[in-house]
């Protein structure tokens, strides 16, 4: 180890190391919840377009990408029936950005914990240790809602806790958040800042931009999911203006390249037409979902995003499964004792069950 280097440095592993798969084309990619078609050829024929005429690509991008808040405060507006203004909005490099901008605000420097329910999605907990910030884990039940009883007592033995961290709906597991869910991080006292990631908002239709008038509330969002924008890394939170500004202060300048700000504000101008594929997409997750719940070997649960979380019953552990899979050439996540599956589209999820059957 070198010697200038935190020695709590050599506990962590590097995101590229952690178990991901190769890009290879040949492979049928269900392991990162992305959305399976890359956006239509038009709409990248327009995209080309602007970054050629209208990107100075000499000039640093518009720092208080006002035009892009202006548009996601009017989309996310439109979604809610609410009145969301940009001053609400803070941008960043993907919604990764945004937590651990979210945590330097509120933990860093000894300055508190955070909690999160497992299994969730990992990078709060990797971010949070980077930082040197302590993660209280709390478990959920069978059918994945949270231990409220057990996070009611976490919070009571670590008065520290700055925030929750809560997925709506959570990953690898799908689950929405329930009323009991919702009514208890409701009840949760201003001094703690309760964030719900609504990375899969679009596939769920649900959201809570009904709290933000709540002072300790924000919602995060990405449109590196049903927005087919993974490749340039834009996410967003959504808070009351004093809480995103506390953002901005954090915030890098520049931090959003920008034909990926070009991009986003695309995809708004034409969301209509990408979001209307999210139904075809909701309508292959309840057919690989209902064709899942007839092997006897496999425990499948619902799901509210775009993927389906699976664990084995029968002889066949879930490291075989994923390994099966992956030999036959569909890469999927082995995560929390059993397998997150991506909803690719109809042949990628055809494909997807009768190799399943081949290993089982
Ligand atoms: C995919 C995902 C994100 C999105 O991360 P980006 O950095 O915006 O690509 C955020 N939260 C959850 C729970 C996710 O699954």
């Given at each position: 180890m070198l010697p200038f280097l935190r020695s709590d440095l050599s506990e962590l592993v590097a995101y590229s190391s952690e178990g991901h798969e190769s890009h290879a084309a040949e492979f049928d990619k269900l392991d990162t919840n992305e959305f399976p078609l890359d956006l239509p050829e038009a709409l990248k024929e327009k995209l080309a377009f602007l970054s050629a005429q209208q990107i100075q690509s000499n000039r640093y991008p518009d720092a208080s990408y006002v035009g892009l808040?202006?548009?996601?405060?009017?989309?996310?507006?439109?979604?809610?029936?609410?009145?969301?203004?940009?001053?609400?909005?803070?941008?960043?490099?993907?919604?990764?950005?945004?937590?651990?901008?979210?945590?330097?605000?509120?933990?860093?420097?000894?300055?508190?914990?955070?909690?999160?329910?497992?299994?969730?999605?990992?990078?709060?907990?990797?971010?949070?240790?980077?930082?040197?910030?302590?993660?209280?884990?709390?478990?959920?039940?069978?059918?994945?809602?949270?231990?409220?009883?057990?996070?009611?007592?976490?919070?009571?033995?670590?008065?520290?806790?700055?925030?929750?961290?809560?997925?709506?709906?959570?990953?690898?597991?799908?689950?929405?958040?329930?009323?009991?869910?919702?009514?208890?991080?409701?009840?949760?006292?201003?001094?703690?800042?309760?964030?719900?990631?609504?990375?899969?908002?679009?596939?769920?239709?649900?959201?809570?931009?009904?709290?933000?008038?709540?002072?300790?509330?924000?919602?995060?969002?990405?449109?590196?999911?049903?927005?087919?924008?993974?490749?340039?890394?834009?996410?967003?939170?959504?808070?009351?203006?004093?809480?995103?500004?506390?953002?901005e202060k954090i915030r890098l300048p520049y931090n959003l390249p920008s034909v990926s700000q070009a991009a986003a504000c695309l995809a708004l101008t034409h969301r209509k037409e990408l979001l209307a594929e999210v139904k075809s997409l909701r309508q292959e997750r309840e057919q690989l979902y209902q064709v899942l719940l007839t092997h006897s070997d496999l425990r499948v649960w619902p799901s509210a995003a775009n993927f389906l979380f699976i664990k084995t019953l029968g002889s066949r552990s879930a490291a075989e499964l994923h390994q099966g899979l992956q030999q036959q050439g569909t890469l999927v996540r082995q995560t929390c004792g059993g397998l997150r599956i991506t909803v690719g589209t109809a042949e990628e999820n055809q494909r997807t069950l009768a190799r399943l059957r081949q290993v089982l």
């Amino acid at each position: 180890m070198l010697p200038f280097l935190r020695s709590d440095l050599s506990e962590l592993v590097a995101y590229s190391s952690e178990g991901h798969e190769s890009h290879a084309a040949e492979f049928d990619k269900l392991d990162t919840n992305e959305f399976p078609l890359d956006l239509p050829e038009a709409l990248k024929e327009k995209l080309a377009f602007l970054s050629a005429q209208q990107i100075q690509s000499n000039r640093y991008p518009d720092a208080s990408y006002v035009g892009l808040r202006q548009e996601i405060a009017r989309y996310v507006s439109e979604s809610a029936d609410a009145v969301v203004t940009p001053e609400q909005i803070s941008v960043g490099n993907g919604s990764d950005e945004l937590i651990r901008s979210i945590l330097i605000a509120t933990c860093l420097n000894h300055a508190g914990s955070i909690l999160v329910a497992e299994p969730t999605f990992s990078m709060y907990a990797i971010l949070a240790r980077s930082l040197g910030i302590p993660v209280v884990s709390v478990p959920r039940h069978e059918n994945f809602e949270i231990d409220i009883a057990a996070a009611q007592s976490a919070l009571a033995q670590h008065p520290e806790i700055r925030v929750v961290f809560l997925v709506h709906p959570n990953s690898p597991t799908g689950n929405a958040l329930t009323e009991a869910e919702l009514t208890w991080a409701k009840a949760l006292p201003p001094e703690i800042l309760v964030v719900v990631d609504e990375a899969y908002y679009e596939f769920s239709g649900q959201t809570t931009v009904a709290e933000l008038s709540r002072s300790n509330w924000m919602i995060l969002r990405t449109f590196s999911k049903a927005f087919r924008l993974a490749a340039h890394r834009l996410g967003y939170a959504i808070a009351q203006p004093e809480l995103a500004l506390a953002l901005e202060k954090i915030r890098l300048p520049y931090n959003l390249p920008s034909v990926s700000q070009a991009a986003a504000c695309l995809a708004l101008t034409h969301r209509k037409e990408l979001l209307a594929e999210v139904k075809s997409l909701r309508q292959e997750r309840e057919q690989l979902y209902q064709v899942l719940l007839t092997h006897s070997d496999l425990r499948v649960w619902p799901s509210a995003a775009n993927f389906l979380f699976i664990k084995t019953l029968g002889s066949r552990s879930a490291a075989e499964l994923h390994q099966g899979l992956q030999q036959q050439g569909t890469l999927v996540r082995q995560t929390c004792g059993g397998l997150r599956i991506t909803v690719g589209t109809a042949e990628e999820n055809q494909r997807t069950l009768a190799r399943l059957r081949q290993v089982l």
